[in-house]
């Protein structure tokens, strides 16, 4: 089940149909005990050396994460795939972008492959059931329980109707829904289909939405685009991190269409094509805020070699979307397996001995 094989059968559908059909389907089996504990087996790479307690602090208990890998936002807007994001071996998984209201998003066709690059272009627009919905879906957890096995991060975006001038007290409205219900925020304006929302990536905006951070226990990342350079880069990520982000997710995807040989003219590149525009994002940033707050990585990590260079960059965590998609659910476990092989290769401690280990 969503092996390679599969991967490629479902390439006969539209890519949208497609992974609305792996998310129904796989959603619902990875909900099913006796199936799903029969894949976890085959696909749950188990080593307590891929853990790490992150987010921990003297008013806060860390967060287990049993591997560094992480579903990136947008695969799973309508909440539908935490089992299944648990069942295939992440290590934890960001659900959303939700808005406040619900959005139906961009017309299709807004989702095109780019297999020969092994990238995506997505113009989707936001479209996601809204934040009453995503609250019925992740209750609160009254008893300290978890409920689930994974870390479950919540990607939060502006309303397409919404004014800039509101955006700050929009996006405190679905932290304070949403701070209970899940185990980390990441604040979204670097989604390059709403109109306008790159442009809450100013130093004023990114200070004001992270000064309302420190009221909830839950922390906050920020997550960046791409397309900005890398001055700016620097100057918003520690303009959040000193007003309260506890993170920093980079990147978005990209609007630089000249990555593809035949691009759409909208929308957002991902995968293989945007690796080398992230890296460089995500280096600069790491020189600066490595050891101040979590970094996680995004864009174009298909292999273990990827996931190992990102981790020596610094990258405490990482997220794929595009690369599973095109390699099938055995991608997790491909790049767990060869994580934990390196850790034992080099004789680390486990893989905190990894991460940074290039930053010198
Ligand atoms: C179809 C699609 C929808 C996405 N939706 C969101 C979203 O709602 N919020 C967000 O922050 N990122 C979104 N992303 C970006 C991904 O979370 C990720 O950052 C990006 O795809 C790069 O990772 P990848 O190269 O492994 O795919 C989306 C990506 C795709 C392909």
Redesign the pocket.
């Known amino acids: 089940m969503l092996g390679k094989t599969t991967a490629r059968m479902l390439h006969a559908l539209s890519p949208e149909t497609a ?1 609305d059909l792996t998310v129904e389907v796989f959603g619902r089996i990875a909900r099913t005990p006796l199936i799903s504990s029969s894949i976890r087996r085959d696909l749950l790479v188990k080593d307590p050396k891929l853990s790490q307690e992150l987010f921990g602090d003297a008013l806060k208990k860390p967060i287990h994460f049993r591997n560094s890998i992480g579903l ?4 799973d ?1 309508r909440i539908k795939f935490i089992a299944g994001a648990d069942v295939i071996g992440f290590g934890f998984t ?1 659900v ?2 939700i808005t406040l209201l619900p959005q139906n998003g961009n017309p299709k066709p807004r ?1 095109w492959r780019h297999a020969e690059e092994r ?2 272009q ?1 113009f ?1 627009g ?1 479209n ?1 059931p809204g934040i009453a919905q995503a609250m019925s879906k992740l209750p609160i957890n009254q008893t300290g329980a978890r409920r689930h096995s994974i870390p479950i991060g919540v ?1 939060l ?1 502006k309303g397409k109707n919404t004014p800039n001038e509101e955006a700050v007290s929009e996006y405190h409205a679905l932290m304070r829904g949403m701070h209970s219900r899940v185990d980390y925020m ?1 604040i ?1 304006v ?2 390059p289909n709403t109109k306008g929302l790159r442009d809450l990536q100013s130093e004023r905006t990114i200070q004001e939405i992270f000064s309302l951070t420190n009221s909830f226990t839950t922390p906050v990342m920020l ?1 960046i685009s791409p397309d900005i350079d890398a001055s700016k880069a620097i100057y918003l990520c520690k303009a959040a991190v000193d007003c309260g982000a506890k993170g920093i ?1 980079a ?3 990209t609007t630089d269409y000249s990555l593809l040989r035949n691009p759409k003219s909208v929308g ?1 590149i ?3 094509a ?2 080398e525009k ?1 890296t460089k994002v995500f280096a600069v940033i790491a020189k600066e805020l490595f050891g101040k707050c979590v970094l996680i990585y ?5 292999s273990s070699a990827d996931a190992i260079e990102r981790h020596r960059m610094g990258a405490s965590l990482i ?5 599973l ?1 095109y390699e099938g659910a055995e991608v997790v476990k491909k790049i767990n397996r060869g994580i934990s092989d390196t850790i034992r290769r080099e004789h680390c401690k486990d893989i905190t001995e990894l991460i940074g280990s290039r930053l010198g």
């Open positions: 992974h990136a936002a947008g695969y807007k960001e959303g972008g989702l990238s995506l997505n989707m936001l996601n990607n975006g990441t979204n670097s989604s997550k997710i990147t978005n995807t957002g991902s995968g293989a945007l690796r992230s995004s864009g174009g990590v298909s997220q794929i979307f595009t690369a998609v």
